[in-house]
T-cell receptor
Framework: ETGVTQSPTHLIKTRGQQVTLRCSSQSGHNTVSWYQQALGQGPQFIFQYYREEENGRGNFPPRFSGLQFPNYSSELNVNALELDDSALYLC?????????????FGEGSWLTVV | AQSVAQPEDQVNVAEGNPLTVKCTYSVSGNPYLFWYVQYPNRGLQFLLKYITGDNLVKGSYGFEAEFNKSQTSFHLKKPSALVSDSALYFCAVRDIGRDDKIIFGKGTRLHILP
């Protein structure tokens, strides 16, 4: 158990719809990042939040957006869903500032877009 | 830019034999290297990391990894494989910069044969 919890675990959406995925970070971790793992691929960095501000973003379009709340939990929102958005979405948390800190992942949210 | 490469899509090892999963890296500056494991339909579990110090790093479940600067490698090893070690293994590097994101390799599927 990593202490990182995600919800929902599985969901199915229709192309064009919007989805919100949620994450609670490990206790004491104020840095949260999101990754997309398509089938048969390694995880790809979407973005990272530190103290409620986005402080890094990967190569994902603006329809991928996020929030971090004062309790360090986080949301990933995806608008105008496309079939290629079908993937496992992983939330990760870590302590800030030191690059040697370990990033701990949740179990993920499986999104299927039909 | 930081990157890692996992040259093998799949590795097959007989139970009880030693196993090696290969990883090479390309970084500017000091490397921060990680290994994660993913069991079917699960999130990523942290195994071990190299930040600095001893080149042989010990991790969870009896795994260890050897950091080799001259060969830019960070191979994952275990002296005696178990069937339960069968999973997808990811080598990763921390991209030192504004967001310190994790960059993953494409993964190596490890099959331990009984």
């Amino acid at each position: 158990e990593t202490g990182v919890t995600q919800s929902p675990t599985h969901l199915i959406k229709t192309r064009g719809q919007q989805v919100t995925l949620r994450c609670s970070s490990q206790s004491g971790h104020n840095t949260v990042s999101w990754y997309q793992q398509a089938l048969g691929q390694g995880p790809q960095f979407i973005f990272q939040y530190y103290r409620e501000e986005e402080n890094g973003r990967g190569n994902f379009p603006p329809r991928f957006s996020g929030l971090q709340f004062p309790n360090y939990s986080s949301e990933l929102n995806v608008n105008a869903l496309e079939l290629d958005d079908s993937a496992l979405y992983l939330c990760a948390s870590s302590l800030p500032s030191e690059s040697g800190n370990t990033i701990y992942f949740g179990e993920g949210s499986w999104l299927t877009v039909v | 830019a930081q990157s890692v490469a996992q040259p093998e899509d799949q590795v097959n090892v007989a139970e009880g034999n030693p196993l090696t999963v290969k990883c090479t890296y390309s970084v500017s500056g000091n490397p921060y290297l990680f290994w994660y494991v993913q069991y079917p339909n699960r999130g990523l579990q942290f195994l071990l990391k190299y930040i600095t110090g001893d080149n042989l790093v010990k991790g969870s479940y009896g795994f260890e990894a050897e950091f080799n600067k001259s060969q830019t490698s960070f191979h994952l090893k275990k002296p005696s494989a178990l069937v339960s070690d069968s999973a997808l293994y990811f080598c990763a590097v921390r991209d030192i910069g504004r967001d310190d994101k994790i960059i993953f390799g494409k993964g190596t599927r490890l099959h331990i044969l009984p």
